[in-house]
């Protein structure tokens, strides 16, 4: 529930006396004397109303309405007027004011006002988070691509995770988009405006590895020239994102385990403690807690690490994933290197279906741009069947409809007839593929 009121007014005894009513009624109240420090300390998507006097000295009770119309048009301000002021105050009511109360005023009144204002603010607020939901989700269908049941559900944990304060791990095979995940844990949450920093632990030497992790002050080993900033202190306030955590050495994994449980770091050279904001996004193939029983991992970072953990299938077993892949990939790479790309004929299709990619995404990527420079058909080799009829009947279906789609440019009248299909078994088919008609339509 919305309880957050902003009260401006240059008289203390009014501040005082508002201050005392709402805090009896259960309100959280911030008081300010002028309008610019109120303006100063306003953050955004304030969750309450702004309650003010119009004649102050310096900037006015309409001048911060405006200015707060500018910021933010559905943000309630309530205004406190004198007798002589009423007029005015109406006439602020058409330019955005949400009520005005002539003085002196009873708490009932300001009470009925502003628990009308929190309602609407609430809601307003409401709406937002609702649109900014499905915005998200939009983004990151297009990011993380797969119709499979275990996209769509490991979409739904990333927008989850994202808005959590929490340490995450990411388990999958090489080439199965970990870091893909990592980053979306990052741009779909909080930190977005902050830096994504990433770190292959596995491509540091290990005599290179803490000043790597926490910097170092000038002459602080042989070859340090100057200060340097490790990734722990540059992702402040962001994520860090470790690829291939079971090969960090365990002397650092101490330090890190340190750092998480501190908040805080030294650079190599210093004793002073610098304090630090990190979210930490893992990402490892084998179990971390095997590496532990073996001697080659610390438990305890393990736990730390593993507050929440990702699960990334590996391609082979979401096969219907992999013709809106193969386009995509093949698509960005036509676009990339000025040329065309002709829509996959069925025998392709079905080589790409039935090969068992080792390399997951990033070998079907590398497939993809090179059959767009014609270096290769899309034709594993080795190829063995191994899907079920079912599956391949399903990826040959979405990819005669993306082919239809792609010659016709969107013309969704022209495929009907192509394909002999009824509107409605189209529909029901393109709604089935996770396909919309504007995916196919060139930009103008």
Known sequence: MLNSVIV????????????QWLSLSGFEVQLFSRADECLAQLPEHFPGVILSDVRMPGMTGLELLAEVQRRDADLPVILLTGHGDVPMAVEAMRDGAYDFLEKPFSPETLLGSLRRALDKRRLVLENRALHAQADNRARLDATLLGVSRSLQTLRRQVLDLAALPVNVLIRGETGSGKELVARCLHDFGPRAAKPFVALNC???????????????????FTGAQGKRIGKLEYADGGTLFLDEIESMPLAQQVKLLRVLQEQKLERLGSNQSIRVDLRIIAATKPDLLDEARAGRFREDLAYR??????????LRDRREDIPLLFESFAHSAAERLGRTFPPLSGPQLSHLLSHDWPGNVRELANVAERQVLGLDEPEPPGVEPGQSLAAQQEAFEA????????????????????LQLPRRTFNEKMQRHG????MFVPDS
């Open 8 to 19: 401006v007014d240059d008289e203390s005894s009014i501040r005082d006396a508002v201050e």
């Open 202 to 220: 596995a491509a540091i030497p290990e005599q290179l590895f803490e000043a790597e992790l926490f910097g170092h002050e000038s002459g602080a």
């Open 305 to 314: 690490l593993n507050v929440a953990e990702l699960r990334l299938p590996p």
């Open 399 to 418: 990819h005669c409809l993306r082919a239809a789609l792609t010659r016709h440019k969107g013309d969704v009248k022209a495929v009907l007839e192509e």
């Open 435 to 438: 396909l919309t008609r504007e």
